[in-house]
């Protein structure tokens, strides 16, 4: 060894005593002689307390709890939650497979007793809302109900990443004395064991991303199915469906179909329609015999009653949640027309989608056409009834004229309109309007956006009758008003014993009168009325270009709704020649261009009296 060297390993083994610190040193030798005898120093005094304290350590000391395992000897309360994703027979075998043999397990297992089954059948494993097994088994652990929870794998109890591990947590800390832990069995996974933590957090996070990539996959095979027409169908009321993709009608259950559609446009509602179901006992598709109106009315928007077709009318925007939402072209659809056999008619389901959307839901009202006399064109309407507008009511009118007729309507119009304002007579005189007349014993009618009123003179002057019809003449700008019986399908009912009903809603009638004559729709319009004939040919005719506008307090504005002189001496000879005959005229119940052939009110009645005999 060099001078100025020395042997570091030599060092460890000098006794305290023998080390001498040499103050004359140089100063590295003096630093590390001080640190090797402050570590002599600790591993003595280490040895002196284990030599003391080694015969009385035993009686100190207090090991840890082994690791928790499920085979314990710790009596234990057991239970089984088992789920699947549908209720197809498949998976429905499996639950009772899977409940048969944990039954068998948990008897045949020492210090285990059974708690209880918790099942949910045809239910996702992405969230936790409509799992109500899963929540009765989470507020049982609350109430200590349990020591232990059995499950087939991690997938049945969560597919969502983050509701397993939150109700796995809880199941741990809900109670931090007596801890409840979840064995899955196909992973081999104890959530109480530690050592199992990093095992669940993979399997778990595969859970969820298998879900969504099964969310993806059904999505493109969804994709490929419409594109190729291979739509998918699944039973409903009224039909089933076979092994080739058809749906074929169940004839007992199209009765109970055909009857909701009937009876509604016949004037029942959703309720009443219910109502009288239940006191049939007509079975529902799953056997209930208890209805309602939602049931009702769902059955009447689904295209399939009616023989069409609409593939992905509605997606899934969040699988985790389970949220719905109507398919606004976010993916591909289709809708395919005739795709199979109709319990109705497309034009019974357009009549009832018109009676549905009606403010005042009464039915589909029949529309007659007066054919012939000098009423002829003349529209018989009930008022409240919203399935008609402008361009309709005006196409049936003329379809009672002969050709060279509605050339002359034709030219009124125009001239009204003002594009052969040559063709107009022009006079010296000036024609005093209608409405200079006007006054309380006056027949009035009043027009307004959402219903017309008739004046009290207006009852006086037909004989306070029970029933009146009303008639519309869209070319010539008229209405009548004539006495009509109950039996009549336009009749509106107009007085009982002393009750008089002079407001009725006419939101579309009014609607399409006011678009015609380019009226404003925030105000309102009377006419005066001229009453004709005698006993029960007795009319009260009402000019409406011939009206007043009725404005606010602070409104001044009158419009000019006056049509030419040659349409004002057409109209006056029109009206001296309608006879008795005319009056008495009943007209014919005609197609209503914006619904199409359906039966008439009559014919309707008949068909549900039949169905109700065979219910």
Not at 341 to 354: C, G, K
Not at 357 to 378: H, N, P, Y
Not at 514 to 537: D, E, F, S, V
Request: with cysteine; hydrophobic share 35%.
């Amino acid at each position: 060894m060099n001078e100025g060297q020395y042997d570091s390993k030599n060092v460890e083994h000098i006794s305290i005593e023998n080390i001498e610190v040499v103050s004359n040193g140089m100063d590295w030798k003096s630093r590390h002689l001080e640190v090797e005898k402050r570590k002599a120093e600790i591993r003595d005094r280490i040895h002196k307390q284990t030599e003391q304290g080694q015969k009385s350590a035993k009686d100190y000391f207090r090991p840890a709890k082994p690791t928790p395992s499920i085979y314990d000897s710790d009596l234990k309360r057991v239970a089984v939650y088992a789920r699947v994703s549908t209720s197809s027979e498949e998976q429905i075998s499996s639950i009772e497979n899977q409940t048969l043999y944990y039954t068998k397990k948990i008897a045949e297992t020492e210090n285990w007793n059974l708690q209880d089954i918790y099942s949910d059948e045809g239910k996702s494993g992405t969230s936790l809302r409509k799992r109500d097994a899963f929540k009765r088994m989470m507020r049982d652990a609350k109430d200590q109900k349990m020591d232990l929870i059995i499950c087939a794998s991690i997938s049945r109890f969560a597919r969502n990443f983050s509701d397993c591990m939150t109700q796995i947590a809880a199941l741990k800390t809900m109670h931090p004395a007596h801890p409840i832990g979840v064995y899955f069995e196909t992973e081999n996974i104890y959530t109480l064991n530690p050592s199992s933590q990093y095992s669940l957090d993979i399997q778990a996070l595969l859970a969820d991303w298998e879900s969504g990539n099964k969310s993806r996959r059904m999505i493109l095979s969804y994709d490929q199915r419409i594109m190729t027409g291979q739509y998918p169908v699944t039973d409903l009321m009224g039909y089933r469906h076979t092994k080739d993709g058809q749906l074929v009608i169940e004839p007992e259950e199209a009765k109970t179909v055909r009857f909701i559609f009937l009876a509604f446009i016949y004037g029942y509602n959703y309720d009443q329609i219910a109502m009288i179901l239940t006191q049939k006992k007509r079975s529902t598709l799953r056997g209930r015999q208890e209805w309602n109106g939602v049931m009702v009315a769902n059955i009447m928007k689904n295209e399939r009653r009616w023989g069409d077709l609409e593939a992905r009318k509605s997606i899934v925007v969040d699988y985790k949640l389970g949220k719905v939402t109507k398919n606004n072209g976010n993916r591909c659809s289709a809708y395919v027309p005739e795709h199979h056999e109709a319990i109705v008619s497309p034009e019974i389901a357009r009549a009832a989608h018109l009676v549905a959307s009606s403010k005042k839901k009464c039915g589909v009202q029949d529309i007659v056409v007066i054919q012939q006399g000098a009423l002829k064109g003349f529209v018989g309407i009930h008022p409240n009834w919203s399935g008609i507008n402008a361009e309709s009511i005006r196409s049936l009118c003329l379809n009672a004229y002969l050709p060279e007729e509605v050339v002359e309507l034709n030219d009124m119009t125009e001239m009204r309109s003002g594009k052969k304002s040559d063709m107009a007579l022009l006079s010296d005189y000036l024609t005093v309007s209608g409405t200079c007349f006007i006054n309380q014993s006056s027949p009035v009618i009043t027009i307004s956006k959402n219903g017309i009123r008739f004046s009290k003179a207006c009852h006086t002057r037909l004989d306070d009758c029970e029933h009146v019809e009303l008639l519309y003449h869209p070319i010539l700008q008229v209405v009548i008003l004539r006495k009509s019986d109950q039996g009549s399908s336009t009749a509106m009912h107009w007085q009982d014993d002393n009750d008089v009903h002079s407001a009725f809603s006419a939101r579309a009638f009014s609607g399409l009168i006011l678009q015609t004559l380019n009226w404003k729709m925030n105000c309102r319009y009377q006419c005066r009325g001229i009453c004709r004939g005698q006993g029960n040919a007795k009319f009260l005719i009402f000019e409406l270009d011939e009206s007043r506008i009725l404005t606010g307090k602070n409104q001044y504005e009158q419009e000019n709704c006056s049509m030419n002189l040659k349409c004002r001496l057409y109209r006056s000879k029109w009206v001296q020649s309608i006879t008795v005959s005319d009056v008495m005229e009943s007209g014919q119940v005609v197609e209503n261009p914006m619904i199409g052939a359906i039966p008439s009110r009559n014919e309707v009645q008949r068909e549900l009296d039949d169905l109700l005999m065979s219910m």
